[in-house]
Structures are given as C-alpha cells and as structure tokens.
C-alpha cells in the first residue's frame, strides 16, 4: 500500500510538504470511507463538511479529516477504533495506532520517515481524525442522499446530506464558527478558515440554495445573505491564503483568490438581493 502512496506522491514532488500531507491523507480518507460503508454497524452514519464536498461532488481542494453525523447514536467509538485498526492492518498492511476521545477516533500512521514527508526529530505520524457528532438538533429537517464512491481502486456507497443541507452546515460555519491561529510570539496567522469561504464560493458557484430550515434563529433568506455579507466584509486576504496553501496545489491561484475571494463572495451574494 505504501508503494501506492508513494506513486501518487511522486506525481507532486514539487508541492509544499503540507500540501503533500494532506493528500496521503486523502488517500486515506478514501480507505477509512470504504471500510465504513461496508459495514452494517457503521453504514448507517452520515458524511458530511468539506470531506464529502471533495469525495462525493468534486470540491477543488484537499480536506483534513472525516465528519459524521450518528443520527442512532449507535456506533461505539471504542469498536470503530478497534476495527480500523484490525482494518488497515490486515487489507492494506498500514500499522496505525489509535485514540478515541469524547467524539473523536484519531488515527495514526507511522508513514512520514518512510514517505520522506518528515525527517528526525519530526514527529512520524500522520494523524487521521474520525469525528462523530450526536447532538445535533438539526437532523431532523435534513435530507439524505446515497452517493457512488469510486477511488483509488476501492468502491463504497456513501450516505451523505444532500447539496442545500450541506451548503447549510457550512453556512452555520461560516456564522458560528470561532477560530484564530496564532504564532508563537502571540501573533494571528489568520483570523478565519479560508476553506469555509473558499466552500461558500463553491456552493454560490454551483447555485446551489441552502436549506434554511437547517440553520438556526435565521427567519428567511434575506437575513440569512445579509448575515453572510455581513461576516465576508470581516475577511482578510491573509486569513484565505494560510489555510487554503495547504489545500490547493496551485500556489499562484491560491495568492490570486486571497486577494478576490471577498469580491467574489460580496458580488454572489448581492445577486441574491443582499446589499
């Protein structure tokens, strides 16, 4: 399996370390996605977030980890760990160690040295976090889809939100979301997640409509885009570009879209008769 990731490595050995991290991540996103999906005990949780955005519609940029819903709160985190672990070792010949935490699976995979993606005295391991979300009240007015799963040679049918209740959650995102990444001398790298932004683009892009009914204490369409207009005037070119350089391979678009990225999403959403 390592040479298979070494393959796909060797097609970017030009691209920033990081970057490169995250698509063995990638790759492995796809793994953990297909042995999920073809079991019964863990079949029935939902993919959602920027994840399921890039395996199951495309989305043009790489993403960290994997995001579900367990609607029947019925997935035992201690068993998930357990089996992935039994999982990656006996398919795909991967040591990986485990953690589970309050909602979380985290999978790490002692690749890095032999990938060349770290050296000593940098750490080994490449870290996959598994989160599973339970209390989430908006469930219930959610649609479902099940999308087709076709990469890297493996084949999975995906349970996932449709577009508008995806296009939601990022929304709320994008609303609620509280984030800051700082330097070690206290200084802020970046004030937001370009990556909401960059997905919020994405969904205007497509004419995808939210599913208002998903987002809370929003009473109709017009606040809703006013709300956002209102939260992109906030952005920073800065902020976009230190979060998506480790997503998108291409460096010079990515410096291009942090400079436009606020008057691209300000002119989309005043189509929508936000002003």
Partial sequence: MLENIKDLLAESSDLSAVFRRNLVKEYLQTLALAFIYSRKEYSGLIFYGGSALRHCHGLPRLSEDLDFVDADQAVDLAALARDMKEYFSARH???VETKTQ???VVLKFPVLFE???AVHPESDLLFLKLELYRDISFRQKCQTEVMPL???GESALVRTFDLPTLMATKIRAVLNRRWRKTGKKGETLA????R???DL???LQKGVEPNIACIEAVADKGELYARLLSAVERIDAASIKYDLDALIADR?????????IKQILLSRLRSHGVS
């Fill in 115 to 117: 990938l060349g993606l």
């Fill in 252 to 260: 010079g678009y990515v410096d291009n879209l942090a400079g436009n």
């Fill in 150 to 152: 076709f990469e890297h």
């Fill in 191 to 194: 004030a937001v997640k370009g």
């Fill in 196 to 198: 909401d932004y960059f």
């Fill in 201 to 203: 683009m994405w969904y």
């Fill in 93 to 95: 010949g991967l040591k």
């Fill in 102 to 104: 309050k909602s979380r």
